[in-house]
């Protein structure tokens, strides 16, 4: 095994056993100060969950990357910190706008923040991102677009980061549907990375996978009545979605892509394919009933396949696994038969509006027989 693989492996474990040490003690602090999530008739947990597993997942994340830098250096390898040298940028950038929406998650989910300010510190961040490189100069050919100036890309680029922060914010609806949906992401993004030879990025997507690990578990596995169940809140999806959305835009616009065999571009969009489209269906409904796009309702996918009355686990599940199939068939279609990156995002808008059309009648054949 290699340097690199070595290095990967090690930074993942000591992300999963830090945060797997980090989750029960803020479990603890939450009992002991009485802060839950507040049951609604949006949720559909019962019983008493804290909503603070969020707050281990950027101090962990950075934590092991310095810990890694350390390590290596005292060792006299100089690889990985030469590695971040080469991204300096990109990376101080996501650190300060990651540390500005773990604030503001972290303050939402203890006291509440209107949407709007959430919004506004989204923005802040995008931007931040932006002036350290991290936009859209190139389109990759959707709808005939390849590169782009300054003037398109950086708006451009800001809309793509606040709706993919949004998109996984809005997904986390039910056990393990955000963290396993961001998993898959970061296993993509991870392995792309390293083939790429883009090493720091590999390693943040491999922490990141890390952290999401021990979350799933005691997301999914906990045990409410046991106080071992956790939710991530906004301070755990306003930062992963932030991460996912770096990650995202680098592999979509990466010089390197030559490297390997498949589309970097439609290795990006694949894994987020179901947040993303979920997030549009959504907004476009709201808008025609003459709501605010930005009120929460039960209109997302995970609610209409539990009104099509599936359990909530069993749900998950459905969701991940057409996640899954979004990108395999995507990475076929652009690999082995070469199929054109519009061709291939006209096929996931077909199949999804298809799969909701048959979803909604489901729900009708439901309500009918009920």
């Not at 609610?303 to 979004?326: C, D």
């Amino acid at each position: 095994m290699g340097y690199w693989p070595i290095n990967l492996l090690c930074i993942f474990i000591f992300c999963v056993l830090l945060a797997g040490f980090l989750i029960p003690q803020i479990l603890l602090i939450a009992f002991r100060r009485n802060l839950f999530d507040e049951v609604n008739e949006r949720k559909i947990h019962k019983g008493l969950v804290p909503r603070l597993g969020g707050i281990a997942f950027v101090p962990v994340i950075f934590t092991s990357i310095a810990v890694a830098l350390v390590t290596n250096i005292q060792l006299g390898f100089d690889n990985i910190s030469q590695a971040f040298a080469d991204s300096v940028l990109p990376f101080i950038s996501t650190f300060i706008a990651l540390e500005l929406l773990y604030l503001v998650g972290m303050a939402d989910d203890l006291i509440g923040i209107k949407y709007r300010a959430k919004f506004v510190v989204q923005i802040i961040c995008a931007a931040f991102l932006i002036s350290s490189g991290v936009w859209f100069s190139d389109l990759a050919g959707v709808l005939g677009i390849e590169s782009v100036s300054p003037w398109f890309g950086y708006p451009f680029t800001l809309i793509v980061i606040v709706f993919l922060i949004n998109a996984i914010n809005l997904i986390d609806g039910i056990d393990g549907l955000a963290s396993g949906l961001s998993s898959i992401a970061c296993v993509i993004y991870g392995f792309s990375f390293y083939l790429l030879g883009d090493y720091a990025l590999s390693v943040i997507s491999f922490a990141t996978l890390g952290v999401l690990v021990p979350f799933y578990y005691y997301n999914v596995f906990g045990d409410a009545n046991k106080h071992k169940k956790i939710f991530m809140g906004d301070t755990g999806s306003l930062t992963i979605g932030l991460i996912l959305a770096v990650l995202g835009t680098i592999l979509f616009i990466h010089p390197d892509s030559a490297k390997i065999s498949i589309s970097t571009p439609v290795l990006a969009f694949s894994p987020l394919i179901v947040p993303c489209f979920d997030v549009i269906r959504v907004y476009m409904l709201r808008i025609r009933q003459h709501h605010s796009p930005f009120l929460p309702d039960k209109n997302h996918i995970h609610h209409k396949i539990l009104a099509a009355g599936m359990k909530p686990r069993a749900a998950m599940i459905t969701i991940i696994s057409v996640s899954l199939m979004f990108t395999v068939i995507n990475v076929t279609l652009s690999s082995l038969l070469s199929v054109n990156i519009n061709i291939i995002i006209i096929l996931d808008i077909l199949l999804w509006g298809l799969s909701n059309i048959y979803l909604s009648r489901l729900i009708k054949k439901r309500n009918v027989t009920a």
